[in-house]
């Protein structure tokens, strides 16, 4: 679905089901340079199993407008402000990478409200290369090429697709070259300068 | 394509590792119509697109999906689909981005089938062409209107081997948010590969150079990944709600694999031009030597282009890597490493001269085909085009006596000398 959200178009992937506020969410926060496409198969397969689900696209991400947010702290007030904006309140939250340290964020401004934290390849920190985080700025399209080589690793082009007929590495790529130009060197920063991790994983 | 492996690696590798429980080396070929579903549960995800998975042979099969992600890797899009045929491809592609109402813009320098498809029969579904010279970007470009919703043209033209700008057509089409789709079987991603130089969508006949042996029949659509669907008044077919599955966007849930998952869900459901399981494992054995055969098929073309030109009995030579051809400078552009290995020639003495040459060769076969790792030829004047006349000929840019060449893989001074009994028994008919 698309809504008007803080002056932007804001897109929310809800895995093809409408969203029932009235229901447990899980709420799929993406990686660095992904967007609501990294979670498709897990959104759908929730949703039709009866959970609401939402995937945001987070600003300048995706179908989303919008300017990039520039920190961790940033996207998880975002984020807050959006589960306050669609009135939810049963919130699970999946994060992915990135969405791991925004979910960290969100936990300390939620003050131990939602009702789990679930990491997919997450940590408290995640330092970031210095090669690839100019990269980013200077030519995103070969940074995303980069990480998603990197990220599917040497037999990417030869294991099998549960998608018939779709590339790891193509589909990969230009799910990233879809973000704004921009949106990577922020996420890329937001990660490398982020460093409260445990802090905000306190209860409180 | 990834940055881990080339070109030659992939050809042989993409989309297979081999299989864990039986170790086998080779693509298995998955002879089956159907699936085993574990529980109703999996069966309703598998159908509700919840995940990814074979529901029935018809719209996905292991093997023919080792092939698509072989495809997919070597043009280095996003994903693809075999099917029946280039022509069932070609077919797919129109009827997923159109309907009636719709417009497309069309080289008029194409192989007949894709003429007819576009000419007569998608008219009497509404969907109308207006057909373009391909060499023309202006031309092109005064021929989109508001309903436009592809251009579609051949890299390199069959017969009349015209090369498009590729680049010059893409920017156009960029600019009027409109898809670029590619016919790109005579280059094959060896020579080219069009989303480099801005494509949106190829189409493959893999029953020519990808497969390579003249044994099987198949087709492929290749998407790029880098054109944007969103815009739901103009392409409600993939970036609207579908009539099933709960209304999904194709847009929206798939992003740079739109297309194939819309083509997957209504055309290979709908219409059914599945690709069989073997023809697929045949295809790919050809593809594992494709960098291979098609450094060979130039390398035999360049030669046979010197003999040809050379010939006292040839009249003319057409083939976009010879400076006489109107499209060279193009061609040197945009396929650095040759421009295929079709050539079109005259033989002096018209009509009858074709005919007696074709009759006399003898290692060279005479068929409708091209991309075979045998030479090939075919003399429209005497065959497919033997009811035209001269002069209806001309109008369709073809000679009567014209000859269509496809070099084969074959010891070029055999290829030479098969030719020069040809020539020799058209000598005696011209005295």
Request: glycine share 10%.
């Given at each position: 679905m698309i809504i008007n959200f803080k002056g932007a178009k804001t897109y929310i992937g809800t895995g093809g089901k409408s969203l029932d506020i009235n229901k447990m969410t899980l709420c799929f926060l993406h990686g660095s340079?992904?967007?609501?496409l990294s979670f498709v198969q897990q959104a759908r397969f929730f949703a039709y199993k009866g959970y609401s689900v939402i995937v945001p696209d987070m600003p300048a991400h995706g179908f989303s407008d919008g300017n990039p947010c520039k920190s961790i702290k940033e996207n998880a007030e975002w984020i807050n402000d959006l589960l306050v904006k669609l009135n939810l309140k049963d919130v699970v939250v999946i994060g992915h990478s990135q969405g791991c340290l925004v979910a960290l964020e969100l936990n300390r401004i939620l003050k131990n409200s939602l009702e789990a934290l679930i990491f997919v390849a997450g940590s408290n920190e995640i330092p970031v290369n210095q090669f690839l985080l100019d990269l980013s700025k200077e030519n995103p399209q070969k940074a995303s090429q980069m990480m998603v080589t990197w990220g599917h690793g040497i037999d990417g082009d030869m294991s099998i697709n549960k998608w018939p007929g779709h590339s790891h590495y193509g589909e990969g790529n230009n799910i990233m070259c879809m973000n704004k130009p921009t949106a990577l060197k922020y996420d890329l920063h937001s990660c490398n300068d982020y460093s409260d991790g445990i802090d905000a994983a306190k209860k409180y | 394509m990834s940055e881990n492996y080339k070109f030659d690696t992939l050809s042989l590798h993409a989309g297979h590792i081999p299989d864990k429980e039986t170790g086998s080396r080779a693509v298995p070929?998955?002879?089956?119509t159907s699936y085993v579903f574990n529980s109703t549960e999996e069966a309703a995800s598998l159908y509700n697109m919840e995940v990814g998975g074979h529901l029935y042979t018809r719209i996905s099969n292991p093997t023919v999906a080792a092939l698509e992600q072989r495809l997919a890797a070597l043009e280095g899009g996003a994903s693809a689909l075999a099917c029946s045929s280039g022509m069932a491809a070609m077919h797919l592609v129109v009827s997923a981005i159109c309907s009636s109402g719709d417009h497309i813009v069309a080289s008029s320098k194409m192989y007949g089938a894709n003429i007819n498809l576009l000419q007569h029969t998608m008219p009497r579904f509404g969907i109308n062409t207006d057909f373009v010279n391909p060499n023309d970007p202006e031309e092109i470009k005064s021929a989109i209107k508001p309903n436009t919703k592809l251009v579609f043209g051949e890299v390199i033209g069959n017969p009349g081997l015209d090369i498009m700008d590729v680049p010059e057509i893409a920017k156009i089409c960029n600019t009027k948010n409109i898809p670029l789709v590619l016919d790109a079987t005579f280059n094959t991603p060896y020579l080219m590969q069009p989303f480099k130089h801005g494509a949106n969508i190829i189409v493959h006949s893999l029953t020519k150079w990808l497969g390579g042996h003249g044994i099987a029949i198949g087709g492929a659509i290749v998407n790029g990944g880098n054109f944007d669907w969103g815009d739901k008044d103009k392409f409600p077919t993939i970036s609207g709600p579908h009539f099933a599955l709960g209304g999904i966007s194709f847009w929206e849930e798939f992003g740079p694999s739109a297309l194939i998952a819309k083509i997957r869900a209504e055309g290979m459901y709908n219409f059914g031009p599945s690709l069989s399981p073997t023809n697929a494992f045949y295809l790919m054995q050809g593809i594992e030597t494709l960098p291979l055969r098609m450094k060979r098929h130039i390398e035999n073309t360049h030669s046979i282009l010197d003999f040809l030109v050379n010939h006292e009995m040839v009249e003319w030579v057409k083939h976009p890597d010879l400076e006489t051809h109107p499209d060279h400078e193009v061609a040197k552009r945009i396929l650095p490493k040759g421009s295929g290995s079709i050539v079109a020639f005259g033989i002096k003495g018209g009509r009858e001269a074709g005919k007696t040459f074709i009759e006399s060769v003898q290692l060279a076969s005479h068929l409708a085909n091209v991309g075979d790792a045998k030479t090939l030829l075919i003399h429209p004047g005497s065959t497919t085009h033997s009811h035209l006349s001269s002069e209806a000929m001309k109008e369709g840019g073809l000679t009567d006596d014209m000859i269509r060449l496809s070099v084969g893989l074959e010891d070029i001074n055999d290829i030479t000398k098969d030719f020069e009994k040809g020539f020799k028994a058209v000598k005696k008919l011209n005295k």
């Amino acid at each position: 679905m698309i809504i008007n959200f803080k002056g932007a178009k804001t897109y929310i992937g809800t895995g093809g089901k409408s969203l029932d506020i009235n229901k447990m969410t899980l709420c799929f926060l993406h990686g660095s340079g992904q967007n609501h496409l990294s979670f498709v198969q897990q959104a759908r397969f929730f949703a039709y199993k009866g959970y609401s689900v939402i995937v945001p696209d987070m600003p300048a991400h995706g179908f989303s407008d919008g300017n990039p947010c520039k920190s961790i702290k940033e996207n998880a007030e975002w984020i807050n402000d959006l589960l306050v904006k669609l009135n939810l309140k049963d919130v699970v939250v999946i994060g992915h990478s990135q969405g791991c340290l925004v979910a960290l964020e969100l936990n300390r401004i939620l003050k131990n409200s939602l009702e789990a934290l679930i990491f997919v390849a997450g940590s408290n920190e995640i330092p970031v290369n210095q090669f690839l985080l100019d990269l980013s700025k200077e030519n995103p399209q070969k940074a995303s090429q980069m990480m998603v080589t990197w990220g599917h690793g040497i037999d990417g082009d030869m294991s099998i697709n549960k998608w018939p007929g779709h590339s790891h590495y193509g589909e990969g790529n230009n799910i990233m070259c879809m973000n704004k130009p921009t949106a990577l060197k922020y996420d890329l920063h937001s990660c490398n300068d982020y460093s409260d991790g445990i802090d905000a994983a306190k209860k409180y | 394509m990834s940055e881990n492996y080339k070109f030659d690696t992939l050809s042989l590798h993409a989309g297979h590792i081999p299989d864990k429980e039986t170790g086998s080396r080779a693509v298995p070929i998955y002879q089956t119509t159907s699936y085993v579903f574990n529980s109703t549960e999996e069966a309703a995800s598998l159908y509700n697109m919840e995940v990814g998975g074979h529901l029935y042979t018809r719209i996905s099969n292991p093997t023919v999906a080792a092939l698509e992600q072989r495809l997919a890797a070597l043009e280095g899009g996003a994903s693809a689909l075999a099917c029946s045929s280039g022509m069932a491809a070609m077919h797919l592609v129109v009827s997923a981005i159109c309907s009636s109402g719709d417009h497309i813009v069309a080289s008029s320098k194409m192989y007949g089938a894709n003429i007819n498809l576009l000419q007569h029969t998608m008219p009497r579904f509404g969907i109308n062409t207006d057909f373009v010279n391909p060499n023309d970007p202006e031309e092109i470009k005064s021929a989109i209107k508001p309903n436009t919703k592809l251009v579609f043209g051949e890299v390199i033209g069959n017969p009349g081997l015209d090369i498009m700008d590729v680049p010059e057509i893409a920017k156009i089409c960029n600019t009027k948010n409109i898809p670029l789709v590619l016919d790109a079987t005579f280059n094959t991603p060896y020579l080219m590969q069009p989303f480099k130089h801005g494509a949106n969508i190829i189409v493959h006949s893999l029953t020519k150079w990808l497969g390579g042996h003249g044994i099987a029949i198949g087709g492929a659509i290749v998407n790029g990944g880098n054109f944007d669907w969103g815009d739901k008044d103009k392409f409600p077919t993939i970036s609207g709600p579908h009539f099933a599955l709960g209304g999904i966007s194709f847009w929206e849930e798939f992003g740079p694999s739109a297309l194939i998952a819309k083509i997957r869900a209504e055309g290979m459901y709908n219409f059914g031009p599945s690709l069989s399981p073997t023809n697929a494992f045949y295809l790919m054995q050809g593809i594992e030597t494709l960098p291979l055969r098609m450094k060979r098929h130039i390398e035999n073309t360049h030669s046979i282009l010197d003999f040809l030109v050379n010939h006292e009995m040839v009249e003319w030579v057409k083939h976009p890597d010879l400076e006489t051809h109107p499209d060279h400078e193009v061609a040197k552009r945009i396929l650095p490493k040759g421009s295929g290995s079709i050539v079109a020639f005259g033989i002096k003495g018209g009509r009858e001269a074709g005919k007696t040459f074709i009759e006399s060769v003898q290692l060279a076969s005479h068929l409708a085909n091209v991309g075979d790792a045998k030479t090939l030829l075919i003399h429209p004047g005497s065959t497919t085009h033997s009811h035209l006349s001269s002069e209806a000929m001309k109008e369709g840019g073809l000679t009567d006596d014209m000859i269509r060449l496809s070099v084969g893989l074959e010891d070029i001074n055999d290829i030479t000398k098969d030719f020069e009994k040809g020539f020799k028994a058209v000598k005696k008919l011209n005295k």
